[in-house]
């Protein structure tokens, strides 16, 4: 387990929490000094769930939505985000 994560949770619900690891971190076209771990969000059910619901109060009140792009592995928020925005 990684000693140095930093847990940020959101303001308006205890159940969405992101992981962030201080560090330097480069890829082939960038370098970073934090990494932001996702896992928890994209992998259970719950957490995605709450994670759609929190994105959703943003866009509640926008007209249409005719397409939301999901990044690689947040598909499941990104199904929870569709549902929530067509019951309102």
């Given at each position: 387990?990684?000693?140095?994560?930093?847990?940020?949770?959101?303001?308006?619900n205890k159940n969405?929490?992101?992981?962030?690891?201080?560090?330097?971190?480069?890829?082939?076209?960038?370098?970073?000094?934090?990494?932001?771990?996702?896992?928890?969000?994209?992998?259970?059910?719950?957490?995605a769930r709450?994670?759609?619901?929190?994105?959703?109060?943003?866009?509640?009140?926008?007209?249409?939505?005719?397409?939301?792009?999901?990044?690689?592995?947040?598909?499941?928020?990104?199904?929870?985000?569709?549902?929530?925005?067509?019951?309102?």
């Amino acid at each position: 387990m990684e000693n140095r994560k930093i847990e940020i949770t959101a303001k308006s619900n205890k159940n969405v929490k992101l992981g962030l690891i201080p560090g330097h971190f480069a890829t082939n076209h960038s370098h970073v000094n934090y990494f932001v771990d996702m896992t928890t969000i994209k992998t259970q059910y719950r957490a995605a769930r709450e994670t759609a619901r929190e994105l959703a109060k943003a866009y509640a009140h926008s007209k249409q939505i005719d397409a939301i792009i999901c990044l690689e592995g947040t598909e499941m928020i990104g199904a929870f985000l569709a549902r929530d925005l067509c019951e309102h």
